[in-house]
């Protein structure tokens, strides 16, 4: 609760400082202020607690995923110094929407009560929207913000429908008191009409094949650092906030739920690998990517009495790689129209660093080892066999070995090719912002019970 408070009231110092002028210490100030509210997260750690009346329960699930949305919000603020120095005036907008969007992912995997858990997911959508739209002068830019809000609204329905039908199978938003009345023998038939619907909402927002469509154009058409945004806070938001509707309300994920999440994980992993395999712009290849990533993690609904652990150990190592590729695509393609890779040819030539750290990045979502997403896939694979699963992990190699072609194809520009512009400069923060991202993705490959015994 604490955590939520910090985070709204450090987005009104945000708004503040554009009023009395300080946009200078705007990101300074933030970063200092989010390193302070991850301190406060982190204290809650083992401290079970719940605030009016049940309207948000804190447990170490919400204060371990909290903390990684604090981390990737930092990262996030420190990239927008440069991403935005054409824009001043804008920045201290910018940055509030990025802390209330934060605000919202913490209301989301901290819920107690499903009125609380819309709420998140409304103030988290509705920041979305605009920073998608952002670029008023750009028509990809409109046109990304219009189709996500539509989606957007689209899906926020179906979740609403999804609350309603629970809350007449249960005659009550808690999510403690579903969970008791979900044990009894007979159970309405609203109950898992309302799991189905929610689940198929909470689908759209991490784009699992079939609801995916909209996730190229937008992840394309919007700003590069909402992009980055989208596809690491809002992703890993969205799956963790599934993961805890079902274990929460103690959803008995039947055979029949378990096969079609089997379906949807395969399409997914496949759809997004054999569709990026065909992009030329790097922003949409994530995008697909992306996709596929969302299929892994819905792995995790297999067995979610012992998983809580591996889905926060493979959000980690997706978000991290994510931010870090992230961080050297803001830096390639500052100031072009496009995210081609064309851009990126020769940068292990003129930039060896950053050309190192967007191929350890792409290696971790490739999972090869010593990176931390081999050893997330590793884990959840165990987990998947031991599910009683085999087929699926079969599929998920095959993807696995398919996604090396595509992230290849990026790597081999870099290095193969010879440079097609001299770029002077790289901005201080993004480097540390790059490094810092890796390093920490290469820290938990090495040491992965650091984040796996959080949960344990």
């Known amino acids: ?228 945004t989208m596809s690491t806070l809002a992703k890993v938001t969205a799956m963790a906030t599934l993961f805890k509707l079902l274990t929460a309300m103690n959803a008995e994920i039947s055979y029949q739920y378990q096969i079609i999440v089997v379906v949807i994980s395969m399409a997914s992993m496949t759809v997004g690998n054999i569709m990026a395999l065909k992009q030329a712009n790097v922003k949409r290849m994530l995008a697909f990517s992306g996709i596929s990533h969302a299929g892994f993690m819905l792995m995790t609904l297999l067995s979610v009495s012992t998983s809580a652990g591996s889905l926060l150990y493979y959000a980690s190592a997706y978000a991290l790689s994510g931010i870090a590729a992230f961080a050297v695509i803001l830096y390639v393609c500052k100031n072009l129209d496009n995210e081609d890779i064309v851009n990126f040819h020769g940068l292990g030539k003129t930039n060896p660093l950053l050309a190192a750290i967007l191929t350890g990045s792409l290696l971790s979502m490739a999972g090869i080892p010593i990176f931390a997403g081999f050893f997330a896939k590793l884990t959840l694979f165990s987990q998947t066999i031991q599910a009683g699963y085999l087929v699926l992990v079969i599929v998920a190699v095959i993807n696995s070995i398919i996604s090396v072609g595509y992230y290849f194809k990026l790597i081999l520009a870099m290095y193969t090719k010879e440079p097609n512009e001299n770029r002077t400069g790289t901005p201080v923060l993004i480097y540390g912002v790059a490094i810092v991202a890796i390093l920490l993705n290469i820290a938990i490959g090495l040491f992965p019970s650091l984040v796996m015994d959080l949960l344990g």
Do not use: Q
């Not at 107690?112 to 920073?131: K, P, Q």
């Open 1 to 228: 609760m604490n955590t939520l408070i910090a985070i709204v009231g450090l987005g009104v110092l945000c708004l503040l400082f554009e009023i009395i002028n300080l946009r200078k210490l705007l990101v300074p100030v933030t970063i200092l202020g989010l390193i302070g509210v991850l301190a406060l997260t982190v204290s809650e750690y083992n401290t079970p607690a719940s605030f009016y009346g049940n309207m948000i329960a804190v447990n170490n699930f919400s204060v371990c995923f909290s903390s990684l949305f604090i981390v990737l919000t930092i990262f996030l603020v420190a990239l927008s110094h440069n991403f935005y120095e054409s824009h001043p005036t804008k920045l201290s907008d910018f940055i509030a929407i990025k802390v209330f969007l934060l605000s919202g992912a913490v209301a989301m995997v901290s819920f107690g009560n499903l009125a609380m858990f819309f709420l998140g997911i409304e103030v988290l959508s509705i920041s979305l929207y605009i920073l998608a739209a952002s670029s008023r002068l750009s028509l990809k830019s409109n046109e990304a913000g219009m189709k996500y809000f539509l989606m957007g609204s689209f899906a926020s329905g179906i979740i609403l429908f999804g609350i309603c039908m629970i809350y007449g199978a249960m005659g009550t938003f808690d999510t403690v008191e579903i969970s008791e009345l979900s044990r009894s023998a007979e159970l309405p038939i609203w109950f898992p009409i309302g799991i189905a619907l929610v689940t198929i909402g909470m689908l759209f927002k991490i784009a699992a094949v079939p609801f995916h469509f909209w996730a190229p154009d937008v992840y394309e058409g919007s700003p590069a650092l909402t992009t980055a």
